[in-house]
């Protein structure tokens, strides 16, 4: 059976700064989370990225990068379908 991944887990990256977001995903690790999920599309794409790089470098120097996922969703908009990337970073605790 798959593990399933607790929406607690995860942590929607948006348009606030940077430091934001690490906090929710330090914040969840101190919770006790084994893995934390980052989650975004568009041009907060390389705001996740910054996120993990910070994460892993700064803060959390015993973690790793377990997967990345990358993908495409379309979204209806006022001027027809558009497509849009996302991406899904799992961040996990190193053993």
Do not use: C, H, W
């Amino acid at each position: 059976m798959a593990e399933q991944k607790s929406i607690e887990n995860v942590v929607f990256i948006g348009t606030k700064p940077v430091m934001n977001y690490v906090l929710a995903a330090i914040t969840q690790f101190n919770a006790g989370a084994g893995v934390v999920t980052l989650k975004a599309r568009g041009r907060a794409i390389s705001r996740a990225v910054d996120v993990a790089e910070i994460l892993r470098n700064r803060f959390l120097q015993n973690s790793t990068v377990d997967s990345i996922i990358i993908g495409t969703e379309q979204v209806q908009g006022e001027s027809g379908t558009a497509n849009v990337s996302t991406i899904e970073i799992t961040i996990g605790k190193k053993k």
